[in-house]
């Protein structure tokens, strides 16, 4: 047996030989050898009762598992539009030149890999890298030619993250009633009691989407099948946000209320923490409040407040933005290619493992702990009519306090762009590249899921910034991210990508506007899940916000030279579209 055959085989022997814990078992045999060779393929089909090809096809699902030999040791460095514009091509280039390697081609005989990444969920201190696992903030040339050396000296990199709160608002980051206290109340209350209270609040989910977490919750305890399941998403991807990261961090023993409140109203058997890989440096100090709630019997084989030993275990993730998707997420943990299923069924029917389950992010469940300390009303009481309570902000960009802020539901622009101290704003990015682009001078706007909905990410830009270059780096995003189930998303995103860049280079058209706007409204409405639906958003609403950047780099006529022709490639792809069926179908 080879050595990654042997490795294979133990990974397989410590997680059940259970093929749903496919991704534990993937990092297992990474960290051993640095990538997940052939031959431990081999090794986990017959074991796992699933093909080389279907094991093969989930590995290269994910971007942070390796194939392909690739260095033990490595860093990434996040590209994001904001740490663009804080000077991280000139850390990428520092992290070249110290390491002596090209960003983004491993060479498989160097000791370090450099990798950029989309967002490393550090929006409020960048320039960021991830090096060997460890965050490391700040970042400037010259401080990381250092960091080089000492890393040559085989001194280890040491996190220097802060976590920021610089509004403390009305119900979450306030000092409140200790797990215990909380956990007594969840104890003392029926199951349809705490539904009851957390529909009565008005709480809807806070990952973006704003369902109604209590519609949820009931939906979930009424359906009749068992077991159930309770999933907390901490699957924290879209660029630019970063709360749950300071939740987790800081205030881990709330979410749990919060998430041992869901398993209970819905009578759940087990819950998970999806965690981004991103965050993995979070790991131990979570897994260490697990077993200290496990240890006073609030978890586990001692019943607990949720009743019958619920209990939670951690599943990292393994870079996929596509998997913040609620069905994308349940695939996930299944251990296979995290892509979004078609719905209905909803997981409130059917979810993780066929069976009723909630979906929830991280914010959502310290909401709910915030509304058994506080009671429902005082919860309702803040906000606007349709979105209730407060929210969380990850501020970032050209500002004085970039960094968590808790506001309520229905602060206007004006007064964001004042409490965050935006200098010379130009516009704001409401929601990370999914969400809205709104100028600066449109202060009347509202931070609430009736116009301006966020999950968190809040991006500001003054007048130095170029929008388009900005859109363009969403726009890349999204097709990086594209999972490629639909058509129209799949081939949409590359459109859209090249065609920002032929917009950046001043020699588009107007005409080239016109069609992307066109085809934007085609591949939202054709595509199966929320990435496909908002990925033309920066393009859309850009368009919208700040038409005279736009008109100031087209052209009114026809370019008179094209890198490509345009047209041919829109009828070529609209063609291609429709051979797949992937038009006026849903994906
Ligand atoms: Fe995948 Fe895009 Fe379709 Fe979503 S819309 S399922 S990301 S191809």
Request: hydrophobic fraction near 45%.
């Amino acid at each position: 047996m080879t050595d990654a055959a042997a490795i294979a085989d133990s990974a397989a022997d410590r997680f059940g030989r259970s093929a749903t814990r496919l991704l534990d078992i993937f990092w297992t045999i990474q960290d051993a050898l640095g990538w997940v060779p052939p031959e431990a393929l081999q090794a986990l089909a017959p074991q796992l009762g699933r093909s080389v090809a279907e094991l093969r096809d989930t590995l290269t699902f994910y971007h942070l598992f390796y194939p392909q030999p690739t260095p033990k040791r490595r860093v990434y460095v996040d590209r994001s539009a904001l740490a663009d514009a804080a000077g991280a091509a000139a850390v990428v280039a520092a992290f070249e030149r110290g390491l002596g390697v090209r960003c983004d081609r491993p060479d498989a005989d160097a000791e370090w890999a450099l990798f950029s990444a989309p967002c490393l969920g550090l929006a409020d201190q960048l320039p960021a890298a991830l090096v060997d696992d460890v965050p490391l903030t700040r970042l400037d040339p010259a401080g990381v030619l250092s960091l080089c050396e000492a890393l040559s000296r085989g001194e280890a990199p040491a996190s220097n993250v802060t976590n920021e709160v610089q509004t403390p608002g009305p119900l979450l980051l306030r000092d409140g009633a200790p797990a215990a206290a909380l956990l007594a109340q969840v104890a003392a209350m029926t199951p349809e009691a705490i539904v009851e209270a957390v529909t009565r609040s008005g709480l809807r989910g806070r990952g973006g989407a704003g369902f109604a977490t209590g519609k949820k919750w009931s939906l979930a305890a009424a359906w009749p099948a068992t077991p159930r399941y309770v999933v907390c998403n901490a699957d924290e991807g879209e660029p630019g946000t970063f709360k749950d990261r300071y939740l987790l961090t800081e205030r881990f023993e709330r979410v749990l209320v919060g998430i041992i409140a869901g398993a209970k109203a819905i009578g759940a058997a087990a819950g998970v923490v999806y965690l981004r890989a991103e965050y993995r440096y979070l790991r131990a100090e979570l897994e260490a409040t697990l077993d200290t709630f496990r240890r006073r019997g609030w978890l586990g084989a001692g019943g607990g407040p949720a009743g019958d030993g619920f209990d939670l275990r951690i599943q990292l993730g393994a870079g996929a933005y596509v998997v913040g998707e609620e069905t994308a997420l349940l695939e996930s943990l299944e251990g296979k290619r995290g892509e979004p299923r078609v719905r209905p069924p909803f997981p409130v029917e059917r979810g993780l493992h066929g069976q009723p389950t909630i979906v929830n992010n991280v914010e959502t469940f310290a909401a709910v702990a915030a509304i058994i300390e506080r009671g429902a009303d005082a919860f309702a009481a803040v906000g606007t009519d349709y979105s209730k309570g407060s929210k969380l902000l990850s501020v970032g960009g050209d500002c004085d306090r970039p960094g968590i802020h808790e506001v309520v539901w229905g602060l206007t622009i004006g007064d964001f762009l004042a409490l965050v101290g935006a200098r010379e704003p130009q516009f704001v990015v409401v929601g990370g590249p999914s969400g809205t682009i709104v100028a600066a001078t449109d202060q009347e706007r509202r931070i609430a899921l009736e116009d301006l909905a966020t999950g968190g990410a809040m991006m500001v830009f003054d007048r130095r910034r170029d929008l388009l270059e900005v859109v363009h780096n969403f726009t890349r995003f999204f097709h990086r991210e594209s999972c490629g189930c639909c058509a129209p998303c799949r081939a949409g995103t590359l459109v859209f990508a090249e065609q920002l860049a032929f917009v950046r280079s001043g020699q588009a058209a107007r005409v080239d506007l016109d069609r992307v706007a066109a085809w934007a409204g085609i591949v939202g409405a054709a595509s199966r899940c929320g990435l496909g639906q908002t990925c033309t958003r920066p393009i859309t609403t850009s368009l919208t916000a700040l038409p005279d950047v736009y008109r100031g780099r087209v052209q009114e006529h026809e370019a008179l030279f094209r890198p490509f022709d345009v047209a041919a490639k829109t009828s070529a792809c609209e063609a291609a579209i429709r051979r797949q069926g992937g038009l006026g179908d849903g994906g």
